[in-house]
Antibody, heavy 120, light 107 residues
Framework: EEQVVESGGGLVQPGGSLRLSCAAS????????MTWVRQAPGKGLEWVAH????????YYVDSVRGRFTISRDNAKTSLYLQMSSLRAEDTAVYYC?????????????WGQGTMVTVSS | DIQMTQSPSSVSASVGDRVTITCRAS??????LAWYQQKPGKAPKLLIS???SLQSGVPSRFSGSGFGTDFTLTISSLQPEDFATYYC?????????FGGGTKVEMK
C-alpha cells in the first residue's frame, strides 16, 4: 500500500523550532515531487513547501520562506520540514503529500497529518 | 499570487440532488486545476486532476470541467458519503493556492 506517515508535531513556544518527518512506503519515493500542506484549526488548506525528486529544487510560500526548510532523504524514503522562529499563526495540522506522477503540483497520497501548536 | 475563489462557501442539499461548485482563478491556470474532498478529521482526498481527469476509484458521479479561470465540480446525484468540504487548487504556478472550500451539508 502506498502511504506516507507524518510525525514530529507537538507544542512549541513562539520563537522555537520543530522538525517534522514524513515516512513514505509502498512506492518509489525518489521518483516523486513531495510537498507539505497545512491547515489551521477550522480553516482551509494552505500549501507550505515543495521539493523535487533530487532534493535541489525547492519552493516555499512567502510566509514561511527563510524560517522553514524542506528536505528529503531518498535513501531513507523520508521527507522533512525544519521549522524555526515559529509563530502562533504557524499552528496547524501539517500534511505530507505525494505529487502525481507527471503532474508535479497535484497531490494524490496524503498522510494523516501531525499537529503543531505554537503557544506559550 | 493566484487567488482561488470558490462559491458557494456552503450548500445544503439532499441525497440524490445535483450539486455544482464553482472555482474562479484570479488569472488563467490553463487546465491545471485539482479538486479535493475532505471529511472532518481526515486528510484531503484527490478527486479530479487537470480540471477534468477523474482519479482512479472515484465514483463517476463526480465530474470536473473548465479552463483558464472558471471551473466547476459537479456531483450528479449526491450520496450520503459525499457530505464533506471540497477544495479547488491551482497547480499552474507557485505559490500553489487553494480555494476557501465549499461545505456540502445535509438539508
Amino acid at each position: 500500500e502506498e502511504q506516507v506517515v507524518e510525525s514530529g508535531g507537538g507544542l512549541v513556544q513562539p520563537g522555537g523550532s520543530l522538525r517534522l518527518s514524513c515516512a513514505a512506503s509502498g512506492f518509489t519515493f525518489s521518483n516523486y515531487w513531495m510537498t507539505w500542506v497545512r491547515q489551521a484549526p477550522g480553516k482551509g488548506l494552505e500549501w507550505v513547501a515543495h521539493i523535487k525528486q533530487d532534493g535541489i529544487e525547492k519552493y516555499y510560500v512567502d510566509s514561511v520562506r527563510g524560517r522553514f526548510t524542506i528536505s528529503r532523504d531518498n535513501a531513507k524514503t523520508s521527507l522533512y520540514l525544519q521549522m524555526s522562529s515559529l509563530r502562533a499563526e504557524d499552528t496547524a495540522v501539517y500534511y505530507c503529500a505525494r505529487a502525481l506522477a507527471g503532474q508535479a503540483d497535484t497531490f494524490d497520497i496524503w498522510g494523516q497529518g501531525t499537529m503543531v501548536t505554537v503557544s506559550s | 499570487d493566484i487567488q482561488m475563489t470558490q462559491s458557494p462557501s456552503s450548500v445544503s442539499a439532499s441525497v440524490g440532488d445535483r450539486v455544482t461548485i464553482t472555482c474562479r482563478a484570479s488569472q488563467g491556470v490553463s487546465s491545471w486545476l485539482a479538486w479535493y474532498q475532505q471529511k472532518p478529521g481526515k486528510a484531503p482526498k484527490l478527486l479530479i486532476s487537470a480540471a477534468s481527469s477523474l482519479q482512479s476509484g472515484v465514483p463517476s458521479r463526480f465530474s470536473g470541467s473548465g479552463f483558464g479561470t472558471d471551473f466547476t465540480l459537479t456531483i450528479s446525484s449526491l450520496q450520503p458519503e459525499d457530505f464533506a468540504t471540497y477544495y479547488c487548487q491551482q497547480a499552474n504556478s507557485f505559490p500553489l493556492t487553494f480555494g476557501g472550500g465549499t461545505k456540502v451539508e445535509m438539508k
